[in-house]
């Protein structure tokens, strides 16, 4: 008897613990405050850790991946960051791709250009040097984990799947990163 009580509280804190975990995380503002911020905080490189959905079609994108590094520039145009990756495929193969984010003043999602569906929102993360960012488009919604090192603590893995969990991406995808990542070149 005592043991079904203990089972059952044990779940309750847990539970509240997950819902307290929803609503912990702040989004961010990628023209930071009055501007200032900007582009800062987003550049340099990373590493694309984990992805959440609530669906495996909105992640299937990423099965056959391996390792992937990105590095987020600052455009010569203000208000514009250039994102470049190279994908390393779990085949050996690199797949180099480039974006470019507009930023709009007064809001705190980014625009993808060539892609008017997609809007992509940044939010903290608890994980030191990582950030969590939700993609939705026509159709799909998904939660993605990036960390400056390819290798974060397995406990900022776990948060980003709890939270994302809880908020409805049942679905999970961590990229196995048991392969170099692809360099990206200089230019």
């Known amino acids: 008897m005592f043991n ?18 929803c609503y912990k995380t702040d989004q961010l503002n990628p ?8 582009p800062g905080p987003y550049l340099g490189q990373w590493y694309f850790i984990a992805g959440a959905a609530p669906t495996k079609e909105d992640l299937k994108t990423f099965v056959p991946m391996d390792n ?12 514009k960051l250039q994102l470049r990756a190279n994908i390393k495929m779990k085949n050996g193969q690199c797949i180099p791709r480039e974006w470019t984010y507009h930023l709009t003043e007064g809001s705190t999602d980014l625009k993808t250009e060539g892609r008017p569906d997609m809007k992509t ?5 608890s994980c030191p040097d990582g950030i969590m960012l939700r993609e939705t488009g026509q159709g799909y919604q998904r939660f993605l984990l990036y960390n400056r090192s390819p290798q974060p603590p397995e406990k900022c893995v776990n948060e980003f ?3 994302t969990f809880c908020l409805n991406s049942t679905v999970f995808l961590q990229t196995p990163r048991e392969k ?5 070149s200089s230019d």
């Open 4 to 21: 079904k009580i203990w089972a059952a509280f044990l779940h309750l804190i847990g539970t509240l613990y997950t819902i307290y975990q």
């Open 31 to 38: 023209l930071g405050v009055n501007g200032k911020e900007f």
């Open 68 to 79: 992937i590094l990105f590095n987020m520039a600052a455009s010569h145009v203000p208000q």
């Open 121 to 125: 929102e940044l939010f903290s993360s």
């Open 161 to 163: 799947r709890s939270l």
């Open 180 to 184: 170099e990542a692809c360099e990206l």
